[in-house]
């Protein structure tokens, strides 16, 4: 069983920065794909950026220049650090990953249970 599990949202002045983290635990034989995503109230969930195992890194267009994604595959944890927030960066934030298990026969996909960020003007 594979469990993800982030942390660092929180509520952050317009022009602030933060650095949620999701670190993944359980029977894990490899991870491929380590991603954040958001939704906001309304709205459908977007990818925000995703970082490939061989290093390979994409963005949405909206965070470009802004945010900057980087994992740690000695601790299967990936971060997203996020500069000059703005009011519409608001949204509850999920990381996803491309997870082989032990024992698996394929990846699958896991998500964790998201970290509300909250920016004010």
């Known amino acids: 069983q594979v469990q993800l599990v982030e942390s660092g949202g929180g509520l952050v002045q317009a022009g602030g920065s933060l650095r949620p983290s999701c670190a993944a635990s359980?029977?894990?034989?490899?991870?491929?794909?380590m991603g954040w995503y958001r939704q906001a109230p309304g709205k459908q969930r977007e990818l925000v950026a995703r970082?490939?195992?061989?290093?390979?890194?994409n963005y949405g267009d909206s965070v470009k220049g802004r945010f900057t994604i980087s994992r740690d595959n000695a601790k299967n944890t990936v971060y997203l650090q996020m500069n000059s927030l703005k009011p519409e960066d608001t949204a509850a934030y999920y990381c996803?990953?491309?997870?082989?298990?032990?024992?698996?026969?394929?990846?699958?996909?896991?998500w964790g249970q998201g970290t509300q960020v909250t920016v004010s003007s």
């Open positions: 359980g029977s894990i034989f490899s991870i491929n794909s």
């Open positions: 996803k990953m491309g997870v082989w298990a032990v024992g698996a026969r394929s990846w699958s996909d896991h």
């Open positions: 970082v490939m195992s061989g290093g390979s890194t």
